[in-house]
């Protein structure tokens, strides 16, 4: 099986390119992000606290998470059988699903479910630790990463074509102390793999985004593009 690594902090347009590249490809994206916030919005959806080690890890026996793919090739999340793609994207579900991230527990619990799709299929996978602890022998791994101020630009204009009210200050407030704290928990956190290339997006746009990561991409391997 073959497979891409797609690393980077919130609002980097990882989910948004991976996408793309995996359509182009004919690749299967996994967005290992979703599978955090499924974890989250279940914890707020029953009054636990996502920080509380003691409140999350009694509760991952009760956790199924399923994945299925649309027709237009979008991942669709699922929660004991709940399809859940949308409440996950939710503003708040952002800090829940990165609180809940730091438990070590979390991550062993989902580390299966992610290997275990890269077993079956060929993967554009995207996430915070893929080229480093998921996937370390990825055919292809790439670091998107951008400004912190361009990544809230992106994810508030995002909540605002949904239609969600927030600002662009509380979206940077958010973006900021995400980025810390994936970035220094102690189980996995965010770092570029020492093989990983590097791609700031912040003066590129998505089109621009996606021509770089497939000239990568032909370089090395795929010669139908
Ligand atoms: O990519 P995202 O914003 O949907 O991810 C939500 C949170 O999940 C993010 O703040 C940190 C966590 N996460 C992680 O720890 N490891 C991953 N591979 C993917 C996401």
């Known amino acids: 099986m073959f497979s891409i690594a797609i690393d980077g902090p919130a609002g980097a347009g990882k989910s948004t390119v991976a996408k793309r590249l995996a359509a182009d490809c004919q690749m299967i994206y996994v967005d290992t992000g979703a599978m955090y916030r499924t974890i989250g919005y279940y914890i707020l959806q029953q009054g636990l606290n996502p920080k509380n080690p003691e409140d999350v890890i009694p509760q991952l026996p009760n956790i199924h ?69 998921v996937l370390p022998n990825a055919d292809l791994k790439i670091f998107l990463t951008a400004s912190p101020e361009e990544r809230s630009r992106r994810r508030f204009l995002e909540y605002q074509a949904k239609g969600l009210p927030t600002s662009y200050e509380d979206t940077l407030a958010d973006v900021q102390k995400r980025d810390y704290q994936d970035s220094h928990r102690e ?39």
């Open 65 to 133: 998470i399923g994945i299925s793919y649309s027709q237009e090739g979008g991942q669709r999340i699922s929660l004991n059988g709940k399809d859940v793609s949308q409440e996950i994207r939710l503003p708040e579900m952002s800090m829940a699903s990165s609180n809940v991230s730091a438990i070590p527990q979390v991550r062993s619990f989902l580390l299966d479910l992610q290997r275990n799709m890269a077993k079956e299929y060929d993967v554009i996978m995207d996430g915070r630790d893929i080229g480093t602890v």
């Open 187 to 225: 189980v996995a956190p965010l770092k570029q793999a020492q093989d990983a290339v590097l791609l700031d997006t912040t003066g590129l746009n998505f089109e621009q985004t996606v021509e770089q990561i497939k000239l990568i991409i032909k370089e090395r391997f795929c010669h139908v593009l």
